[in-house]
C-alpha cells in the first residue's frame, strides 16, 4: 500500500536519492536541507512523497501555489520536480503524486496546474499526457543565470 505523505526532515537523504535521479548529479544535501525547511514552513508549497509500507520513499513532487493578477485573481499550481525511483515507475506512484497536487489545487481555488519537462523527456511526456496534460497549449522558455 502506498501513502502520500509530506516530506520531513528525517527524509532528506531518501529525497536526495531521487533528486540525483532526477537530475543526474550529486545533490547538494546541506543546501537540500535550507531549502525543505523553507518549504515545510511555507504555506504555499507542497512537498510529498510516495511511500511503502516499509516507509521506503518511491517519488516525490514539489507544488507550488501563485498568485495571478487577471481575469478573477484566481492562483494557480505548478507541479515541479515530480520524480519517480525507477523500479517504481509503471506502478501508479507518479499517478497518485500528481493527484494529490492537483486535489490540493482545487482545495485552494487554483484554476489549473501547469508543469515544464525538459525536451528530451520523451517518456515523461507520454505519462504526462496520458494523465490529460495538453501538450502545445504553452510555450516554456528558460534562461539560465
Keep these: 500500500m502506498i501513502s502520500i505523505e509530506s516530506i520531513q526532515l528525517a ?23 535550507k531549502i525543505v525547511k523553507k518549504i515545510i514552513s511555507n504555506p504555499d508549497y507542497i512537498l510529498v ?4 509500507e516499509n ?6 513532487v ?9 481575469g478573477e485573481c484566481q492562483p494557480f499550481m505548478v507541479l515541479e520536480n515530480l520524480i519517480v525511483s525507477e523500479k517504481s ?3 501508479g506512484v507518479g499517478k497518485q503524486l500528481v493527484n494529490y497536487i492537483e486535489n490540493n489545487a482545487r482545495d485552494r481555488n487554483c484554476y489549473f496546474v501547469m ?5 528530451k523527456r520523451a517518456e515523461a511526456h ?16 528558460k534562461k539560465y543565470l
Design 115 to 119: 508543469l515544464m519537462s525538459l525536451v
Design 55 to 60: 516507509k521506503q520513499l518511491l517519488g516525490a
Design 89 to 91: 515507475r509503471r506502478q
Design 11 to 33: 527524509d532528506l537523504q531518501q529525497y536526495a536519492v531521487l533528486c540525483n535521479m532526477l537530475f543526474g548529479s550529486k545533490t547538494n544535501l546541506a543546501q537540500l536541507e
Design 126 to 141: 507520454m505519462f504526462y499526457e496520458a494523465i490529460g496534460y495538453s501538450r502545445n497549449i504553452a510555450q516554456g522558455y
Design 62 to 70: 514539489t507544488g507550488i501555489t501563485c498568485m495571478d493578477t487577471v
Design 49 to 52: 512523497g510516495a511511500k511503502d
